[in-house]
């Protein structure tokens, strides 16, 4: 059996399923060139049935990378696979992955079909994915509450319809390490033709056990791994792609297998799906939260300083956590701030980076330092951007202890400028209650975060919206950057606000 485990990234697709999360084209393009960089195997750029935009976003992921699979999700029927085919054949490498339910309770409730008709679906579904390319993946969704000896026969068949992945999920993450071992180890025994496939497991974090369980399962011979990064996803969410890989790395002594992870680059993609998904990374995050290799207590500091090893098991170098805090400053030229934007990960076109420069300079005027984390803000803040249907010209507020909040802001809307007042309970909802009056939308405003980029009176706010506007579904998020806290939170409300004007036109 091959040592080698390939990584298949679904951020883009089973991580943009996480509650109030959705990504545009240029989002997940951004976030699809990192992933290439950071070296995975496969992503699942999306669902192309879902709507036009995650198809035109699959289309564009599939058109752009090169040296990757390129995978779009399908339900077992002809429409979805067709649909999944037109957004990836422009793929150097495409692959279709076709899913259906094994599990009793799903058959009987929420497909409403028996066993012979689901397995008649997913062998149809290989054969029709097959026509278009020679790359398919088959997942029995809920594998792990399925009847084995059902679920091994589905897997025979589906390989001998064509399947060259077949993929075991732990749908709602109610399996255990152990368990789940072994029944990787079954399924490989009693299904005819598996050599001929390779074994796939895709884990939720329901329990707390996604990674725990994905080691397991490689552990029990499984050679692709699912998951996303900082673990988002439905529900409680995914395996952590950056833990996984982190685990076989370290632990190299008990797995003995190797990934094609550039490990260097983990810090830096994380960063970028926290910030593009609106979901902060927490404090204590395995690998990648803050504090990951902060140390408090001086027994452990003292450990540390004596040899590092001591109370670390990874180097944070190796994760590309640069100890590197000030680069750049207002006298720096763009040569400088090319290559450093470049050593942060972000190749920008000429244009982007004009725009992104001259924000740099206006930040540098307003403070001391610029550190890597005010860069990668600032420009993430740049790559955000939409078409902007209104522009945040000016706001004045009057707040204080003794007085009612008041907002007067000013929007350019189409060379047009348009101003309101309002009162609010305190100055950002004076805020936003007028740009709701200019806009005339009525929004909600269902998570408001606000973060300080680096420490220092003088950082950058960085504000996080999500917005629930009357007579829309859907969740949209908007993100303002600024030294001063009311102008990011005004940005970040009119932010998603442009994306609703967007998704509109
Ligand atoms: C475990 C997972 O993560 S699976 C992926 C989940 N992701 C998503 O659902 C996000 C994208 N989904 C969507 O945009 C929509 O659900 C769509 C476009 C796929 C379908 O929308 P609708 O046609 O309105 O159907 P709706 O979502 O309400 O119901 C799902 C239907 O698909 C059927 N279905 C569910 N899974 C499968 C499957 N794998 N293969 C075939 N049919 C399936 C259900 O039984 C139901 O059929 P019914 O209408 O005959 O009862
Ligand atoms: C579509 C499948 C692979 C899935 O996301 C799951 O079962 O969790
Ligand atoms: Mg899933």
Redesign the pocket.
Known sequence: MSNRVYIFDTTLR?GE?SPGVSLNINEKLQIARQLVRLGVDIIEAG?P???PGDFAAVQAVAREVRGITVAG?A???FK?IDRAYEALKEAEQARIHT???TSDIHLKY???KDREQVLE?AVAAVKHAKKYTSDVEFSA?DASRSDIDYLSRVFAEVIKAGATVINI?D?VGYTTPEEYAQFIRSIMEKTPGIEKAIVSVHCHDDLGLAVANSLAAVGAGARQVEGTINGIG?RAGNAALEEVVMGLYTRKDRFGLTTGFNTKEIYRTSRLVSSLTGMPVQPNKAVVGKNAFAHESGIHQDGVLKERTTYEIMNPEMLGISSNNLVLGKHSGRHAFRERLSELGFELSDEELNLAFARFKALADKKKEITDQDLQALVEDEIRQIPETYVLEYFHISSGTSVVPTATVGLRVGGERKEDAACGDGPVDAIYKTIDKITGLSCTLVLYAINAITGGTDALGDVTVKLRCEGREKVYTGRGVSTDVLEASAKAYVNAVNKLMYDIH
């Open positions: 089973d399923q669902f049935i879902t709507s999700l339900r077992a029927n979805d899913f259906i339910a929420k497909l409403r679906a969704e999920p749908t439905e």
